[in-house]
T-cell receptor, first 114, second 111 residues
Framework: ETGVTQSPTHLIKTRGQQVTLRCSSQSGHNTVSWYQQALGQGPQFIFQ???????GRGNFPPRFSGLQFPNYSSELNVNALELDDSALYLC?????????????FGPGTRLTVL | DAKTTQPPSMDCAEGRAANLPCNHS???????VYWYRQIHSQGPQYIIHGLKNNETNEMASLIITEDRKSSTLILPHATLRDTAVYYC????????????FGQGTRLTINP
């Protein structure tokens, strides 16, 4: 158990719909990163939020967006869902303090797009 | 971040040492080697990291060659619960904290 929670656990949507995934970071952590993991692949970095600001983004289109709240929890929003968006979405929290700190991953949200 | 190469799969008998290799021939002087693992249906879990010296913690040992172009993660007494996908990642220590995962090695511990 890492103390990072994600909701919902599973989700089924249809193509064209919008989805919001949620992540509660570990106590004391100020940074949240989101990753997409397609079946059989390693996780791919989507973006990172530090103190409510986006702090780095991977190769994902603008329809992937996020938020970080004052309590450092975070949301991942995906608009105009496509079939290829079906994946496990992972969030990871960490404490940014100048040098690298371990990222603690949540259990993920399994999104299926039909 | 430098690219890493790992075997797609390995098997190991329970109770034996599991040695997982990783090649990172383009590693830069300021890049560290990190290992994570992902047990089925869970998020990745940090194991260990190092720069050039060998490292050991309660989970594993990390052996980095002198030229730093390859490394080996050692699980000294593998158990069935060590069955997972193991990822070797090379990155700088500071700056953006994104992790670049490859395909990893699927390690199966057999009874």
């Amino acid at each position: 158990e890492t103390g990072v929670t994600q909701s919902p656990t599973h989700l089924i949507k249809t193509r064209g719909q919008q989805v919001t995934l949620r992540c509660s970071s570990q106590s004391g952590h100020n940074t949240v990163s989101w990753y997409q993991q397609a079946l059989g692949q390693g996780p791919q970095f989507i973006f990172q939020y530090y103190r409510e600001e986006e702090n780095g983004r991977g190769n994902f289109p603008p329809r992937f967006s996020g938020l970080q709240f004052p309590n450092y929890s975070s949301e991942l929003n995906v608009n105009a869902l496509e079939l290829d968006d079906s994946a496990l979405y992972l969030c990871a929290s960490s404490l940014t303090s100048g040098s690298w700190n371990e990222q603690f991953f949540g259990p993920g949200t399994r999104l299926t797009v039909l | 971040d430098a690219k890493t190469t790992q075997p797609p799969s390995m098997d190991c008998a329970e109770g034996r040492a599991a040695n997982l290799p990783c090649n990172h021939s383009t590693i830069s002087g300021n890049e560290y080697v990190y290992w994570y693992r992902q047990i089925h249906s869970q998020g990745p879990q940090y194991i260990i990291h190092g720069l050039k010296n060998n490292e050991t913690n309660e989970m594993a040992s990390l052996i980095i060659t002198e030229d730093r172009k390859s490394s080996t993660l050692i699980l000294p007494h593998a158990t069935l619960r060590d069955t997972a996908v193991y990822y070797c990642i090379v990155r700088v220590s500071q700056g953006a904290q994104k992790l670049v995962f490859g395909q990893g090695t699927r390690l199966t511990i057999n009874p």
